[in-house]
């Protein structure tokens, strides 16, 4: 959660810079999308994807999609939906409405989880992964990143191998239930990305997790710039 809260204020001081008196606070999230474009949004996207985290993680890669403006607030309205539907059809992920886009994380307490040294999807984490394809479905403009961590138990090199393992194992299992592949990009980052400490048993819980980036496709996006020109 710490590392979250500081994720968020990256955000919101950069964004500040841009605005300078102008607040969005009380806008709703479409408003929100149209104001983050309409001040530079994509900049900022830019500057924020490279610098959360370590690489490009899922939060960094959401803001770095931002299209902005009238057209950002077309997509926002849409993941909207979507993130209204994930929320509604899977209550255990934690679903969160970035920018343009949507960041759902699974965790062992949450949706999707693996055998201790596993990869494979089964069970419970079946049952919910078809869910969240039957909404991919009903959204088809829009891309997909996995990203697998691991708490910090094991080697480095083995917790490299195993959250690229279970990232692997999740895209497939989407794809082989419908989904077009090169909707999806996977990654994986080990241990490197820990959202909570690894010194306690529920702090290793949450980093043992699987992050999925929802961003508008290219199709969406033209969808949006002709949809709002004029």
């Known amino acids: 959660m710490r590392n979250y809260i ?22 709703n999230k479409k408003q929100k999308g149209a104001v983050i474009g309409a001040t530079g949004g994509a900049v900022i996207g830019g500057i924020i994807g490279n610098n959360v985290g370590k690489g490009n993680t899922a939060l960094g890669a959401i803001i770095g999609a931002v299209v902005g403006g009238a057209a950002g607030g077309y997509i926002g309205d849409r993941m909207d ?17 970035v920018g343009e886009g949507i960041n759902v994380t699974f965790t062992q307490d949450a949706g999707v989880y693996f055998a201790t040294n596993k990869a494979n999807v089964q069970g419970e984490s079946a049952t919910v992964l078809n869910k969240l394809a039957n909404i991919f479905k009903e959204y ?10 691991t708490d910090s138990a094991g080697s480095d090199e083995y917790n490299w191998q195993l959250s690229q393992q279970r990232a692997e194992s999740v895209s497939s299992y989407l794809v082989a239930q419908g989904i077009a592949k090169n ?48």
């Open 140 to 149: 088809p403009n829009s891309n997909i990143l996995v990203e697998g961590h």
């Open 6 to 27: 500081f994720k968020s204020a990256i955000i919101i001081m950069a964004m500040s810079m841009v605005v300078g008196c102008k607040t969005v606070q009380n806008a």
């Open 183 to 230: 909707r999806f990009t996977t990654k994986w980052y080990g241990e490197t990305q820990p959202k909570e400490s690894n010194e306690t048993s529920e702090g290793k819980a949450a980093n043992r997790r699987v992050e999925l980036a929802i961003v508008a496709s290219d199709e969406l996006k033209q969808e949006a710039f002709d949809q709002t020109k004029n």
């Open 81 to 97: 939906r979507q993130a209204e539907r994930i929320e509604e059809e899977i209550p255990g992920a934690e679903v969160q409405r």
